[in-house]
């Protein structure tokens, strides 16, 4: 990650902040310096997409969540104690997942999720994308079984509506002592 990072922003620019910022270089700037950050984690989980000439054209990356991080911090504050404690007690959040939009609708996003997904440890995933609920994104995180958490939620600094979403996972913590997967009628309900 750390060696591609002008390429992993180029595709996070491409993708995103070209559409969602209104200063996409500024804001891709103050993006390279916050990915530097997480790169430098060793529980940092990383999914590429390359095309044969290597090429860059999809990204996901996700960390443990951990209460002290600034966005596990603002999501469990605005949920309910009971409902923070479920879903990102043993969570894994996904910070970016992002494609090159001349590679999206061939499937990529849908990819990388999974194999992002795909045996981690953790009970539970997480994220925020934009609110609105039909946008590409959003199906595709329905589609995938994520639940909205919270909606029309603004983190600090911003006035964009975002929607935080939760899966549930099978890492360990979500199996009983047998290995069986626990029931879930004793679990909180996605809120607002």
């Known amino acids: ?90 969570c894994l959040e996904i910070v970016e997942l992002h494609v090159l939009p001349s590679y999206q609708g061939r499937r990529i996003g849908r990819q990388l999720l999974r194999e992002l997904l795909r045996d981690v440890p953790q009970r539970t995933a997480a994220l925020s994308a934009l609110e609105p609920a039909g946008s590409r994104a959003r199906r595709l995180y329905a589609s995938e079984g994520f639940v909205p958490l919270l909606s029309d939620f603004q983190f600090p600094g911003t006035l964009t509506p975002y929607a935080v979403l939760g899966k549930e996972l099978r890492g360990p913590s979500a199996a009983s002592p047998d290995g069986e997967l626990a029931g879930d009628a004793d679990q909180p309900a996605p809120v607002r």
Request: proline fraction near 3%; charged fraction near 25%; aromatic fraction near 8%.
């Open 1 to 90: 990650m750390r060696t591609r990072l002008d390429e992993v922003i180029a595709v996070y620019k491409a993708a995103f902040l070209d559409h969602h910022e209104a200063d996409p270089v500024r804001a891709a700037r103050d993006r390279t310096l916050h990915a530097r950050r997480h790169f430098d984690r060793r529980d940092l989980l990383a999914v590429a997409a390359v095309t044969s000439d290597d090429t860059l054209v999809g990204i996901t990356y996700a960390l443990p969540g951990q209460p002290g991080q600034w966005w596990h911090d603002v999501v469990a504050d605005a949920l309910a104690a009971a409902t923070a404690a479920h879903w990102l007690d043993d």
